[in-house]
């Protein structure tokens, strides 16, 4: 079974809908993260979180929010969701060591807003 | 400002041509240089990370190393599953955020 896991993999909605984007780990990390990923612009953080008690924002959090239900859970929502959302998203989780903390990605969803 | 770029954009190798990716980056104070693949429509897959300049990592066909400016990925003898894109990731002391580099996406052609 994969260690990091996304649903849905695959969305296409339309302007105005609010979305929701899933991801579980069974790692047993307490850093989770929300990325999106765009031809030319690379990967960018979205959201973080170091425990179920921490959110934090990430360099383009306008538009999107995040909840972290458990150590094992962290979701995306998009409240209305904008053409310029489509994107891949990916979930990944952060294993400590020392002051750094190597990140392991989900699968991604890939999101179409029309 | 934290900033990581990679060279070339793309790369097409012929089977056991060896070659080297290139990862530049200024950061305010390195915690950590990261290597992932990436395959077309996946997640990124975890490679390699770096701490300090002189170290080295291999993995198989691949090598990393890290200069306190850059560090390299050096294929030797490429095969066609080798063909991906390959990311690089700085972590800052200052923010502990990671930033990514654009990508050097790989082509190896039997």
């Known amino acids: 079974d994969a260690d990091v896991t996304q649903t849905p993999r695959n969305r296409i909605t339309k302007t105005g809908k609010r979305i929701m984007l899933e991801c579980s780990q069974t790692?047993?990390?307490?850093?989770m993260y929300w990325y999106r990923q765009d031809p030319g612009l690379g990967l960018r953080l979205i959201y973080y979180?170091?425990?179920?008690?921490?959110?934090n924002k990430g360099e383009i959090s306008d538009g999107y929010s995040v909840s972290r239900q458990a150590q094992a859970k962290f979701s995306l929502s998009l409240e209305s969701a904008i053409p310029n959302q489509t994107a891949l998203y990916f979930c990944?989780?952060?294993?400590?060591?020392?002051?750094?903390?190597?990140?392991?990605f989900g699968p991604g969803t890939r999101l179409t807003v029309l | 400002e934290d900033q990581v770029t990679q060279s070339p954009e793309a790369l097409r190798l012929q089977e056991g041509e060896s070659s080297s990716l290139n990862c530049s980056y200024t950061?305010?104070?390195?915690?950590?240089l990261f290597w992932y693949r990436q395959d077309p429509g996946k997640g990124p897959e975890f490679l390699f990370t770096l701490y300090s300049a002189g170290e080295e990592k291999e993995k198989e066909r691949l090598k990393a190393t890290l200069t306190k400016k850059e560090s390299f990925l050096h294929i030797t003898a490429p095969k066609p599953e080798d063909s991906a894109t390959y990311l690089c990731a700085v972590q800052a002391s200052n923010t502990g955020k990671l930033i990514f580099g654009q990508g050097t996406t790989l082509q190896v052609k039997p």
């Open positions: 979180s170091f425990d179920v008690k921490d959110i």
């Open positions: 990944a989780t952060g294993a400590v060591r020392g002051n750094t903390d190597t990140q392991y």
């Open positions: 790692k047993g990390h307490d850093r």
């Open positions: 950061v305010s104070g390195l915690r950590g």
